[in-house]
């Protein structure tokens, strides 16, 4: 059966396809084809505006925070171990805690969007409670619950606290996840959230899937985030080291391993942060499963349940892809990726710490 083609896209993308598109080419929120597939890809023209401001706002000068200056510093001398912060969405005792066990143990947390709990605290409020404990917060913003004067507003805040990086995502449709009674907002998409974050001053990252249709246009497109601003790439579970390599590959012989021409006026390379899959228990491994467009390693889950110590095993799996991830040319630092069940937030930032204490010292 031939899939329909959308009228429009869902999440009213300039800078398309999202990384929702489904393996089969149809829309995360549809059965019909994704609007994208058969266009070419979209170049960097700036942010869409239907309409002018009226007035500028007083927005601050840009300046690099002591955060994105320390973790740039970081990233120019040894690989970065980033992990996803597991803690409790709306319990500060809980990202206290969670806080507490990986400062000091892994270089940064990525606080950003959960399909497991829409509802968080802001991400300015929630890096400010993470930072308070010592750790390092690259914090995500999404673009599908505030439109782009809220979005200035968090970027705002987040280089008033400091943060380490700004990780921008369009976001998973309202109508996915727990939240279908919310309007969907999508003014802006990841990439020209990233041209806002970078005006601002942030080190800006954006994701992109490797194993995700338009597979061979990805990372063209990932070339145009980085004419808006992008400075690192989270690559997306894509099914191990080879297609992270490929795709790496790929997007420098396109050009992100040169500096941008004067016009562009970026000056520095693409860096690569790899996502290595962290699942230690059979809820943590459906919560992966979860994750968009999700390509593991063969056999990775099925080695990590079948194991009699599920919590070990997955943590040597994981170190183990880490350290693959970590010899690919161009990579730059790894993401531990995962999340934790209710009630085994610290249990699971145990694990992540441990992961980080091995692969740190490899
Ligand atoms: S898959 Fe994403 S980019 Fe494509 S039409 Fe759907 S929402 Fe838009």
């Known amino acids: 059966m031939t899939i329909a083609l959308l009228a429009e896209c869902p999440k009213h993308m300039e800078y398309g396809p ?127 619950d505030r439109n782009r004067v809220a979005l200035e507003g968090e970027l705002a805040g987040l280089a008033h606290v400091g943060v ?74 894509a099914g191990g080291a080879a297609p992270v390599a490929d795709f790496i590959d790929a997007a420098q012989q396109l050009g992100a391993a040169q500096q941008l021409d004067a016009a562009q006026e970026l000056g520095a390379a693409m860096m690569f942060i790899a996502c290595v899959p962290i699942v230690i228990d059979h809820e943590s491994a459906a919560l992966l499963r979860t994750f968009t467009a999700l390509v593991l390693p063969e056999g990775y889950l099925d080695r990590i349940l079948a194991a009699r110590d599920p919590f070990t095993e997955g943590i040597s799996a994981a170190v183990e892809l880490g350290r693959e991830m970590l010899q690919i040319h161009g990579v730059r630092g790894i993401d531990l990726s995962g999340g934790a069940a209710p009630g085994r937030e610290a249990w699971f930032s145990e694990a992540l710490a441990r992961i980080s204490d091995e692969l740190g010292t490899s």
């Open 18 to 144: 999202c990384g929702g598109v489904e393996l089969d080419g149809s829309c995360e929120v549809s059965p019909a084809r994704c609007v994208f597939l058969d266009l070419p890809t979209v170049r960097w023209h700036g942010i869409e505006r239907s309409v002018e401001p009226r007035a500028v706002d007083p927005v601050p000068e840009p300046v690099a925070s002591a955060g994105a200056m320390r973790m740039r510093a970081l990233l120019a001398i040894r690989p970065v171990l980033v992990a996803d912060f597991p803690a409790r969405a709306l319990d500060a005792a809980s990202i206290a805690e969670c806080a507490g066990i990986l400062s000091g143990r892994v270089d940064a947390v990525l606080a950003g969007d959960a399909g497991a709990a829409r509802l968080q605290f802001p991400p300015s409020y929630r890096a400010h409670l993470i930072q308070s404990a010592g750790l390092a917060v690259w914090a995500g913003v999404n673009c599908r």
């Open 164 to 237: 380490a990086g700004v990780h921008c995502v369009t976001g998973d449709h309202t109508d996915t996840g727990s939240r279908p009674d919310a309007a969907p907002v999508f003014d802006l998409d990841s990439t020209e959230t990233a041209a806002l974050a970078h005006s601002a001053g942030h080190l800006v990252s954006v994701g992109e899937s490797p194993a995700t249709p338009p597979v061979e246009r990805r990372p063209a497109r990932l070339l145009e985030t980085m004419r808006a601003g992008a400075e690192v790439c989270f690559v997306n579970h």
